[in-house]
């Protein structure tokens, strides 16, 4: 750094306009590169006075969440010199300077950490002397550029390199990794944040995201790390770059016909009909022609077929919130479709509009979603007596804590295990893990080589069979052959429930209803709070420590009857498993309600999820009765939702 430079940003951090944090954090930027770029970008912005930018930009550093690296890859005020040649109103040329932000500088850090980290574990065997990693990234913007980058760093420190040439969802890179013996996995992704933003999210060999000790030990390296320069070894001892294309989509598809329970039951409700969107992402290339080769009809929705990181023509590409599938719902208004399914850029997540008895399309919830396909999988597995009363032992499903307790209602009714974790489907990815690591070992030598009904046959005798998974935000598993959340899977498992439910006569709605006369009406819902920014950033730390150090005593005018503190009290789960340490409070209250609170580990939000539950956990509801108790608790979910926030707003004010 210049000394002109140093002296105004130390005169700005004297005045309180730029944070100590983000004096050392671009003193250390600078000084771990030799590119000049970054030093005449922080010129511009403290030129300009624009002490905010630098601040959002430098107050921290990317560390790894519950979904890696994400950040904004675009500043909120672009530089003319990070502009370059890009016409205005286009993608900048170059992506966000900063160390809070991700770019080409963090992204080589992460890369080089995770391959030393490989490095230093791998054990060469027969046709095998350096470690390798599967490669792929969805449509966003930078994608390419630093696809490249990653690609260009892991291969000249001696890691081979699977890359897809082209976008590919972050499930199917999970299946790579598996399906290629890969050590471990990166996909370039920020899912559904807004189209600024971009990530990295790294996988073990089991092709599941880092969970612990390795996730801290790729930190650790990466601490090492004092910039991004590095001196590349010998061409001889790099690594071998080999691309993937339709190959591995062919190989990914046969895996995700196997999730297909009935298909002759498909077949049969040829006339259903579903229009798909991938909302400009990456669900398109598998999902839409997988429903096809099942037999469905199934329609896209043409402009938003194409890809694009700006996701024009929605707000946000969240296929949770209805305006992302609004295009969709005038589509199968027009065409008399049945369902409108969605996925997100990366195609982890799937949302869904269904039509009711009346014919009205209906948005359902993502607890709602994978109750139906958690309770149609088990129900499935019952009837063709592949889970029968003498094995329902080694059956479970498993489910974030924040997800709903329909789940537990279901387990319990069909007699099989339902099992919590935490938030992030590597704490999901972590189980599967494990149920296949207690396979005797000479039986699971070439576990990734069997088929599902094999590999089912094995954890129904040793450990356990994994029937379903999922999280209330739109992330669901069906089968073992991958380890994180499936879009993809996602859609075709739903299409079935689609297909059953016209089979029987009836729309997935009134399967919902059923299900609610059954067990009770649950129903969950969020309110999430975004704090940007440095400032916002200790804003989301303080709320979250103020309910671990003055939790209520009563809310709504219900007592608090019991408080769960997952940062500093020692949690199991229901296989006697230590919960990992998260700053996350969960709150019931006497009359059966209750309320989570969790900072998010993948955006600058702090979430509050709300819960409405029949007392004892479930309660049959007589049919007649099912539209007044759908708004009893409708009303009193609202209520307490408002209290929550009012009494967040106070504790923002104190």
């Not at 890009?86 to 080589?108: D, I, K, M, Q």
Request: hydrophobic share 40%; with cysteine; net charge negative.
């Amino acid at each position: 750094m210049n000394s002109q430079l140093h002296d105004q940003l130390s005169q700005a951090k004297d005045k309180g306009d730029l944070l100590a944090s983000s004096l050392e954090n671009i003193e250390g930027f600078l000084g771990g590169s030799d590119n000049p770029f970054y030093e005449t970008v922080i010129l511009e912005l403290a030129d300009s006075g624009n002490w905010a930018e630098l601040n959002n930009r430098f107050f921290k550093k990317l560390a790894f969440g519950t979904g890696g690296l994400r950040g904004r890859s675009m500043g909120e005020t672009i530089t003319a010199a990070e502009q370059g040649s890009a016409p205005a109103g286009e993608r900048p040329e170059h992506p966000c300077v900063g160390t809070a932000s991700l770019n080409f500088y963090n992204l080589t850090k992460a890369s080089l950490g995770l391959v030393r980290h490989l490095k230093a574990s791998f054990q060469p065997s027969e046709g095998k002397t350096r470690p390798s990693l599967a490669l792929a990234r969805d449509t966003r913007h930078f994608g390419k550029e630093f696809a490249d980058c990653v690609t260009r760093v892991a291969s000249e420190n001696g890691c081979d390199v699977f890359v897809f040439a082209e976008p590919r969802s972050t499930p199917q890179l999970s299946f790579a990794v598996r399906h290629l013996q890969a050590d471990a996995g990166i996909v370039l992704t920020a899912s559904h944040n807004p189209p600024h933003d971009n990530g990295f999210k790294a996988y073990g060999a089991d092709g599941a995201q880092l969970v612990e000790p390795d996730a801290s030990a790729v930190i650790e390296q990466v601490n090492q790390i004092a910039g991004e320069a590095y001196e590349p070894l010998p061409v001889g001892e790099q690594g071998v770059i080999t691309e993937l294309g339709t190959e591995n989509d062919e190989a990914y598809m046969e895996r995700l016909e196997t999730l297909l329970l009935d298909p002759e039951m498909v077949k049969a409700q040829g006339d259903l009909k579903i229009v798909f969107t991938n909302i400009h992402g990456t669900g398109g290339i598998i999902s839409a022609p997988m429903l096809r080769r099942l037999g469905f009809q199934c329609d896209t929705v043409p402009e938003q077929d194409v890809p694009s990181g700006w996701f024009p023509t929605v707000k946000s590409p969240n296929p949770e919130n209805a305006e992302a599938l609004q295009m969709g719902m005038d589509q199968a208004d027009a065409s008399g479709a049945d369902l409108v399914i969605g996925t997100d850029p990366d195609s982890d997540r799937m949302g869904v509009v269904a039509r009711n008895g009346e014919g009205k399309l209906v948005l359902l919830s993502g607890n709602q979603i994978g109750s139906l396909m958690a309770f149609y999988r088990m129900n499935a597995f019952r009837s063709k007596g592949i889970v029968t009363s003498e094995n329902q032992d080694h059956a479970v499903l498993v489910k974030t804590f924040v997800t709903t307790e329909l789940q537990q209602a279901i387990g319990d009714h069909f007699g099989v295990g339902v099992v919590n974790t935490l938030t992030g489907f590597k704490y999901i990815g972590a189980k599967l893990q494990k149920y296949e690591q207690q396979i005797p070992s000479d039986l699971r030598a070439d576990y990734r080589s069997l088929s599902d009904e094999e590999t089912r046959d094995l954890r129904l005798q040793h450990s356990k069979f994994f029937v379903f998974g999922g999280e209330e935000s739109y992330g669901y598993l069906g089968a073992d052959f991958l380890r994180d959340k499936d879009g993809n899977g996602a859609v075709v498992m739903f299409a079935e429930v689609a297909a059953y439910a016209k089979s029987l006569g009836k729309t997935v709605v009134d399967l919902l209803d059923d299900l609610f006369c059954q067990f009770g009406v649950f129903k969950e819902g969020q309110h999430a709070e975004t704090l940007t920014g440095a400032d916002g950033a200790a804003q989301i730390q303080k709320l979250a420590q103020s309910y671990i150090d003055s939790p209520p005593s009563e809310m709504d005018g219900s007592q608090v009857i019991r408080v769960r503190d997952f940062l500093n009290d020692d949690h199991y789960d229901e296989e006697g498993d230590l919960i990992p340490k998260e700053k996350m409070v969960f709150i019931d209250l006497a009359d059966g309600r209750a309320f989570a609170v969790r900072p998010s580990g993948t955006e600058p939000k702090i979430k509050y999820y709300l819960y409405v539950r029949p007392e004892g956990g479930s309660a049959a509801v007589a049919e007649s009765e099912l539209d007044a108790e759908k708004d009893r608790v409708d009303a009193t979910w609202v209520a307490l939702r408002d209290a929550v926030v009012a009494d967040m707003r106070a504790r923002l004010e104190a």
